[in-house]
């Protein structure tokens, strides 16, 4: 059974590139890993997702080594409104496993 | 439109009771899940199933019952409810969870389930 961790939380200002890391020891081998965000009061919201090497798209970056043993969310210049919760979420053998959550706080 | 919704957004309701929370998603998907979501915001997932069919069925209270009369609703029973389930409940949907074994779901906004 997989298991995840993250940072409870960390702190920024606005402007600045944060970087989350989760662990996932025991992902299977065909398994992805996906990142949400929550705002307080609403749903998790999918943010990105990859399964090795960097992926990219127009509000994150997801970078995955080689042993996939963890991944790294990377938020370039952030602004107040990403103040929020980030998951991470990785499937191993059919059960999904959530991390229990990063709280970020953007300051200004 | 929305894509995945919920009905109620708020239940506040008696020991004892039972509820039923509603969802249903607009987005073609096979696969819909239900979530609790506790005080301390850890997610946890209760049932998935695809194409009306139970698929992950985690180890939750046999008071707690998915139904799924097609696969475009997804909705959970809770009999004699407790103080314990006091919670969050997401539902969410995604594309055919066994073909792609990948998991962008997308989230219904809640259920703020309150037992006094």
């Known amino acids: 059974l997989a298991k995840t961790t993250q940072p409870i939380s960390m702190d920024s200002y606005e402007g600045q590139e944060v970087n989350i890391t989760c662990s996932h020891n025991?992902?299977?081998?065909?398994?992805?890993i996906t990142w949400y965000q929550q705002f307080p009061s609403q749903g998790p919201r999918f943010i990105i997702q990859?399964?090795?090497t960097k992926v990219t798209n127009e509000v994150a970056s997801l970078f995955i080594p080689a042993d996939r043993k963890s991944s790294t969310l990377s938020l370039p210049r952030v602004s107040l409104s990403d103040t929020a919760v980030y998951y991470c979420?990785?499937?191993?053998?059919?059960?999904?496993?959530f991390g229990q959550g990063t709280e970020l706080s953007v300051k200004p | 439109d929305t894509a995945v919704s919920q009905t109620p957004k708020y239940l506040v309701t008696q020991m004892g009771n039972d509820k039923s929370i509603k969802c249903e998603q607009n987005?073609?998907?096979?696969?819909m899940y239900w979530y609790k979501q506790d005080s301390k915001k850890f997610l946890k997932i209760m049932f998935s199933?695809?194409?009306?069919?139970?698929?992950i069925n985690e180890t939750v209270p046999n008071r707690f019952s998915p139904k799924s009369p097609d696969k475009a609703h997804l909705n959970l029973h809770i009999n004699s409810l407790e103080l314990g389930d006091s919670a969050v409940y997401f539902c969410?949907?995604?594309?055919?969870?066994?073909?792609?074994?990948?998991?962008?779901?997308?989230f219904g906004p809640g259920t703020r389930l309150t037992v006094t």
């Open positions: 199933y695809n194409n009306k069919e139970l698929i």
């Open positions: 025991n992902i299977a081998t065909n398994d992805y």
């Open positions: 987005l073609g998907h096979d696969t």
């Open positions: 990859g399964y090795k």
């Open positions: 969410a949907s995604s594309q055919d969870l066994a073909a792609h074994r990948s998991y962008e779901q997308y």
């Open positions: 979420l990785v499937g191993d053998g059919g059960k999904l496993i």
